[in-house]
């Protein structure tokens, strides 16, 4: 990659990090691939959606933590655009798996059997949760972490029933995800069983590196509008119970925060059951990554910051995300540690500059792109000698013409 290309553009960590996952494509395109896999337990086919990171190469063999959604025929697109203009910056680079309820959703939603609802007899299959449950953990992780580049760090996210299924999950299954995005989650079902199974666990179990996002909508009564978020809790009717015991969840996760569980909750006094899903998503997998964003972003940016600080922000990320992911991740993307070695190059700080490229080499060690790099490195040197090395290394890893021709172009 020739350093010419960055001449006149001075491109900052602090522009990366806001918008590298804003650039796209100017043509609309299908979100998702579709996959199915057939359940023993549940006896029938399920169809999933598959949306695999934009900067995928499968030959890099590099492997995504996984955002499980339930109601994925419906809130893919809003994951998926979500991740897109976050991802880099602000929450990593995930696989995003779409589960379909379009068929059987309340009875693979909901977690016990009721006679009746909001004084109705309920006479629709329900409360089967449990069960499905052991599909996702028996049958779909596996069938995902066997075929797609997936890590075991996982993320669920529900809405309404799916909402009421995700805290049931963290409450009774906490060891399959690491992080909970129930959203206006039903806790209301079956007179609140959930929500008082809840209080016992919450108090005697350990929820150590786990989290929650559990968000409320706007409206807290069905039919009086003068109940607002300040006197819900003092209606004792059937109309508010659905935003009290979300309420009641929310103090319930607060009063045993000795437990471990890092939780959001956020009340939407704006948005409707059906509007809340994408300011829901948005927040929560912020939250759940507040971790995540690149520190001391103007540092890199300052030419005066010495090279040793920056490699020691650069090795504390490292640490950072090995502790929090629980396996390795290269703390800076190759785009990245390539962009700023041009960088500091363009500045006049070669040093800094090789300090970077050599990075991207240690962190990239199968990458052409980073021994091609730095090969522009000693050329700009003069140093024809390490330039010719490191572009013959990029070619027996990419057998590419380019590569072959400036072999040729150093060798003389």
Do not use: C
Not at 160 to 189: C, K, M, Q, R, V
Not at 281 to 300: A, Q, R
Not at 302 to 321: F, H, S, W
Request: aromatic share 14%; proline share 4%; glycine share 6%.
């Amino acid at each position: 990659m020739s350093s010419q290309k960055f001449i006149f553009l001075f491109i900052t960590l602090t522009f990366y990090t806001l918008h590298k996952g804003a650039a796209q494509s100017t043509h609309l395109f299908e979100i998702g691939s579709i996959d199915s896999l057939y359940s023993n337990i549940l006896e029938e086919s399920r169809e999933i959606y598959i949306q695999l990171p934009e900067g995928f190469v499968p030959e890099e063999k590099q492997k995504y933590p996984v955002v499980y959604v339930l109601d994925g025929d419906v809130l893919l697109d809003a994951v998926s655009t979500v991740h897109n203009y976050y991802w880099g910056g602000f929450i990593p680079e995930m696989i995003i798996v779409g589960i379909s309820n379009s068929q059987n959703r309340t009875r693979d939603l909901t977690t016990s059997k009721i006679k009746s609802r909001r004084g109705v007899a309920y006479t629709q299959e329900h409360g089967e949760a449990e069960k499905f449950i052991q599909f996702i953990e028996k049958e779909l992780i596996p069938y995902i972490e066997d075929r797609y580049p997936a890590t075991s760090y996982r993320t669920l996210i529900g809405h309404s029933y799916g909402g009421l299924f995700t805290i049931n999950a963290l409450i009774n299954h906490t060891h399959l995800f690491e992080n909970y995005l129930a959203i206006d989650p039903s806790l209301d079902w079956d007179n609140q069983k959930l929500l008082k199974q809840s209080e016992k666990i919450l108090k005697n179990k350990s929820f150590k590196r786990k989290s929650v996002f559990l968000s409320l909508g706007s409206v807290l009564h069905l039919q009086n509008a003068a109940i607002d978020i300040h006197n819900v809790m003092e209606d004792t009717s059937e109309y508010t119970l659905f935003a009290r015991s979300n309420i009641e969840f929310k103090n319930l996760l607060k009063l045993n925060e000795p437990n471990g569980l890092v939780s959001h909750w956020k009340f939407y006094e704006n948005d409707f059951h059906g509007s809340i899903p994408l300011p829901s998503i948005l927040d929560g997998l912020k939250s759940f990554f507040t971790w995540y964003p690149i520190e001391n972003v103007l540092k890199f940016n300052a030419p005066d910051t010495p090279t040793e600080d920056l490699v020691k922000i650069i090795k504390n990320r490292e640490q950072k995300l090995l502790n929090h992911f629980g396996y390795y991740v290269p703390p800076f993307d190759e785009d990245l540690l390539t962009m700023s070695g041009y960088m500091y190059l363009e500045m006049g700080q070669p040093q800094k500059s090789l300090t970077f490229f050599n990075l991207n080499i240690e962190y990239y060690p199968n990458s052409a792109n980073a021994y091609d790099s730095i090969a522009d490195y000693y050329a700009s040197q003069n140093d024809f000698a390490n330039a010719l090395k490191n572009v013959t290394k990029a070619f027996e890893i990419s057998g590419s013409d380019y590569h072959k021709g400036r072999m040729e172009e150093f060798k003389k």
